[in-house]
């Protein structure tokens, strides 16, 4: 009788990304099983931990692997407490608060992130420049496709738990694929990662065959 002897992967898409933004991932299918988290509509003012409480409840396969990507990352680092992970991975995103660039911190601080115009941001680019960066804007138009979420509840709750995130230590063992050109999560605040060259925050779309090698070779090691 023949054993299912693949790993089984779950994918976290970024803030307001959808299963397609992982198109361009490729694991060889002999070995893997990939399965993609949908994000979930928050209750009102849900907190993180409930609600990757909630996120863990999808993931059925003992041993699996965890990829967050962004505020993704935030929130599979928040599901490993109610898992029995093999390997949880990050990608452009952050370990520890100090990993936050300055105006994260003091968007935190003096709550700016309450006037952020989420509904009219959801019918602009906007909200891709606030996802991806004003130095990325060649990006505008790619990215915009992958936007998935337009809810404004989901957007407003995920945004004031991105920048207020309060992890001071980082998770041991989680390994870290970072850009050296990502512009919302700058590489001189990152520590300890796997340093991605010309890598942007969306390099999950247009370095998919790197980020599949650094994947399997995470996964492995």
Not at 50 to 61: F, S, T
Not at 65 to 93: D, P, W, Y
Not at 101 to 114: E, T, V
Request: glycine letters at 4%.
């Amino acid at each position: 009788m023949s054993t299912n002897t693949k790993t089984k992967i779950y994918f976290i898409p970024g803030m307001g990304a959808g299963s397609n933004s992982f198109e361009n991932i490729r694991l060889p299918e002999d070995k893997y099983e990939v399965e993609i988290i949908e994000w979930q509509i928050p209750e009102k003012e849900e907190p993180l931990h409930h609600y990757a409480q909630r996120m863990a409840a999808k993931i059925k396969a003992e041993n699996s692997v965890l990829v967050g990507v962004s505020f993704g990352g935030v929130v599979a680092q928040e599901m490993e407490q109610f898992l029995n992970l093999k390997k949880l991975v990050i990608i452009s995103s952050i370990k520890k608060r100090s990993e936050l660039p300055s105006i994260m911190r003091w968007a935190k601080k003096f709550k700016l992130y309450k006037a952020l115009p989420v509904e009219t941001v959801l019918s602009t680019d906007d909200l891709t420049k606030f996802a991806i960066g004003q130095k990325s804007l060649k990006r505008l138009e790619l990215y915009q496709e992958y936007l998935r979420v337009r809810n404004s509840d989901y957007l407003k709750w995920a945004i004031k738990e991105m920048v207020s995130w309060d992890r001071e230590e980082p998770m041991p063992g989680i390994v870290h694929i970072h850009g050296d050109q990502d512009h919302v999560f700058p590489i001189k605040y990152i520590d300890d990662c796997i340093v991605v060259n010309k890598g942007t925050h969306v390099m999950l779309l247009t370095k998919g065959r790197t980020i599949s090698r650094l994947l399997i070779k995470a996964i492995e090691t």
